[in-house]
């Protein structure tokens, strides 16, 4: 098993005693428990959202709340609170930890618990079940060598299919993918789309720099980061050349630098793809995103205290 993915972090034994959202209590971690019979659990039937907290603010929340409930809507998935009654929950828990930066959320809201063990959404009567665990998190030191990144045979599908849009708890396609790219000896699997195009990781959105340009795909098949989105807007406000494109392995193999895109770890760099050597390692072009983004951070978490 590789010990290095997109999400390691640098150990922390505070994350041994948390405190979690469960449906209205906060409880310490060994007693945050959800019934077998949640659909979550069931059927993967639920949504979920990744936010980082800065200065004590969730940076980018809003975008994370237009993500999260456009997909319960479109599931007719009914949260049952507010986006301020959200933001509560992830304020009280974090204060429950102590937190006020360095952490990292996971919020989840399935469609709660069934009536009986059948897929049926009509099935769970009792409304949401509404999670949140923060965690003390400090992408680990590792990750700045670079990941390497394997191609895969699982592809992201057709939105008629599954919306790979969907952040969704039916998470077997990506983990087959990474499963995959663990056999290859690699520790993120690079997904095609239907077409053959470079598309994502299992676990994150990827990007390519050639010849100072960025590129990164269409989007029509992969989930649409937040993190994604602001690193398109952070290039073009910078005038850096930006393109969301198709493009083959053949580009990938020979770009000069890659990187992937996640809340956890913002610009992560890529060190290889399929055993290629990507660039020489100096990355200047990723090192100028990460200054980009980093400030756009910190202009976001800014506005958003001045707004409260």
């Known amino acids: ?65 237009d993500r999260l409930y456009d997909s319960c809507k479109a599931v007719k998935l009914e949260i049952g609170k507010t986006r301020e009654e959200i933001r509560a929950i ?4 974090a204060a429950a930890n102590g937190m006020t930066g360095d952490a990292h959320c996971r919020l989840m809201v399935t469609r709660g618990r069934k009536a009986k063990p059948f897929q049926h959404p009509s099935l769970s009567k009792w409304g949401p079940t509404i999670v949140a665990i923060i965690e003390h998190s400090v992408p ?29 708890h039916s998470k077997l396609n990506c983990i087959i993918a990474c499963l995959q790219a663990e056999e290859a000896g690699a520790d993120e699997g690079l997904m095609l789309d239907p077409h053959g195009f470079v598309n994502t990781t299992n676990a994150c959105n990827f990007f390519i720099v050639r010849k100072g340009e960025v590129w990164t795909s269409t989007g029509d098949y992969c989930m649409n980061g937040v993190t994604r989105a602001n690193v398109v807007k952070v290039c073009r406000e910078a005038g850096i050349p930006v393109f969301e494109k198709n493009f083959s392995l053949y580009e990938a193999y020979s770009a000069d630098e ?4 996640g809340t956890f770890g913002a610009q992560t760099p890529v060190a290889e793809i399929d055993g290629r050597t990507i660039g020489d390692g100096s990355r200047p072009v990723t090192q100028r995103i990460r200054e980009l983004y980093k400030d756009l951070v910190a202009r976001t978490v800014a506005d958003q205290k001045a707004a409260r």
């Not at 993967?44 to 940076?59: K, P």
């Not at 890659?258 to 895109?261: D, E, H």
């Open 90 to 93: 992830l304020d009280e828990t």
């Open 1 to 65: 098993m590789n010990d290095t993915t997109t999400h390691t972090a640098e150990a922390d034994d505070r994350n041994d005693s948390l405190m979690i959202y469960v449906d209205g209590r906060i409880v310490p971690k060994d007693q945050a428990v959800v019934s077998v019979y949640d659909s979550g659990f069931m059927l993967g039937d639920g949504m979920w959202e990744g936010m980082r907290l800065y200065d004590g603010e969730w940076a980018f929340f809003d975008a994370h709340m």
């Open 258 to 261: 890659a990187f992937l895109t």
């Open 140 to 168: 680990a030191k590792a990750l700045a060598k670079g990941l390497r990144l394997a191609s895969v045979p699982q592809v992201r599908g057709l939105p008629h299919s599954q919306d790979p849009k969907f952040n969704s």
